[in-house]
């Protein structure tokens, strides 16, 4: 009888124990969600923001072999901050309404065929115009050689020219490809990330 007591009392000692471990771990687990949701509320505040991603030229200049034709600086001082890729054959025409000088123009055959219309002359004043519009970089793809006016208005402006011997419409798909997956939208946040349970959760703070 008193062996049965005792393995009772025993079994009551463990019970509260085993009690006393699943609230200090579900006390953790509170903590954890608080915290989380506390970082969500952060950002949909504003408080935490998104670090606007950029990549510099020369990331972009190893990752597709290019080779420089005009260099205003060195190319870890450029920086390209949109995914976007345009040909500027309206541009070239003398239409610039709606041009975004945060893209990467690519310039192919077409292009330079159009451009090969004009007189020298004419071809300078387009070429100086298209160039002074900004962009982070013109790159003229398919190997094809660089009007010496063209190579003039990027040196005038201060606006990298750039050359690759891969075919335009290839270039353009990977490089708009490298370029998203680069330029995505980062948050960086300190944490520790648990398993209680089987449930995850996430312990942000400082670090340390």
Excluded: C
Excluded at 36 to 48: F, I, P, R, W
Excluded at 132 to 141: C, G, R
Aim: hydrophobic share 40%; charged share 25%; aromatic share 6%.
């Amino acid at each position: 009888m008193e062996d049965g007591l005792s393995q009772l009392n025993t079994a009551r000692s463990q019970l509260a124990d085993s009690e006393a471990q699943i609230n200090e771990k579900q006390a953790e687990l509170t903590a954890g969600y608080e915290q989380l949701n506390a970082a969500k509320q952060q950002v949909s505040d504003g408080e935490v923001q998104l670090r606007e991603a950029e990549k510099t030229l020369e990331k972009i200049i190893q990752a597709f072999d290019l080779k420089a034709l005009a260099l205003p600086k060195p190319p870890d001082e450029i920086f390209i901050r949109s995914s976007d890729v345009n040909r500027p054959g309206l541009q070239l025409a003398g239409f610039f309404e709606v041009f975004d000088e945060r893209r990467t123009q690519v310039l192919g055959e077409s292009e330079i065929v159009f451009m090969n219309r004009y007189t020298e002359e004419e071809a300078k004043i387009r070429y100086l115009e298209f160039f002074k519009a900004n962009p982070p970089a013109v790159i003229l793809a398919k190997g094809l050689e660089a009007p010496q006016s063209m190579v003039d208005a990027a040196k005038q402006t201060g606006i990298p020219l750039l050359t690759t011997t891969e075919n335009t419409s290839t270039f353009i798909s990977s490089l708009i490809l490298f370029l998203n997956t680069e330029l995505a939208p980062r948050l960086t946040r300190h944490g520790v990330l648990m398993e209680v349970y089987g449930e995850g959760m996430l312990i942000m703070g400082d670090s340390g």
